[in-house]
C-alpha cells in the first residue's frame, strides 16, 4: 500500500507563490494517476491538478494558469507550484494516486493565504 506525504504548505501573502511536493513510499512510475485536491472548511474536497502516466495534466478552471503540476518518476515525487495565490485558495492541499481503481490519499498539507 503507497503510502503519500505531502510538504511545503504555509502562510503566503496574496499575489504569493508556493511550492508543494508529493512523496510516494514506492515507486510512481506504472501509477496511472495521480493529483492535488483541496478542501477548505465546509466545502467538499475538489480538484486542484492532476498528471498522468503519460504526462498529460488537467486543471481545475479556477487553478488553470495559476497552477503548474509535474510528475518525476525517478524520485517519485510530484510537485504542484502554486502562483498569484488569493485568499479563497486557503485549505488543506492533498496529494492522491490511483492504483487499479483504489484512491490513496496523504494527509495533507496547509495552505493559508492571507496578509
Known amino acids: 500500500q503507497v503510502q503519500l506525504v505531502e510538504s511545503g504548505g504555509g502562510l503566503v501573502q496574496p499575489g504569493g507563490s508556493l511550492r508543494l511536493s508529493c512523496a510516494a513510499s514506492?515507486?510512481?512510475?506504472?501509477?496511472?494517476?495521480m493529483g492535488w485536491y483541496r478542501q477548505a472548511p465546509g466545502r467538499q474536497r475538489e480538484l486542484v491538478a492532476q498528471?498522468?502516466?503519460?504526462?498529460?495534466?488537467n486543471y481545475a478552471h479556477s487553478m488553470a494558469g495559476r497552477a503548474t503540476i509535474s510528475r518525476d518518476n525517478t524520485k517519485n515525487t510530484i510537485d504542484l507550484r502554486l502562483n498569484s495565490l488569493r485568499p479563497e485558495d486557503t485549505a488543506v492541499y492533498y496529494c492522491k494516486a490511483m492504483i487499479l481503481g483504489v484512491a490513496y490519499w496523504g494527509q495533507g498539507t496547509q495552505v493559508t493565504v492571507s496578509s
Open positions: 498528471v498522468l502516466r503519460d504526462g498529460t495534466t
Open positions: 514506492e515507486t510512481i512510475h506504472g501509477i496511472s494517476l
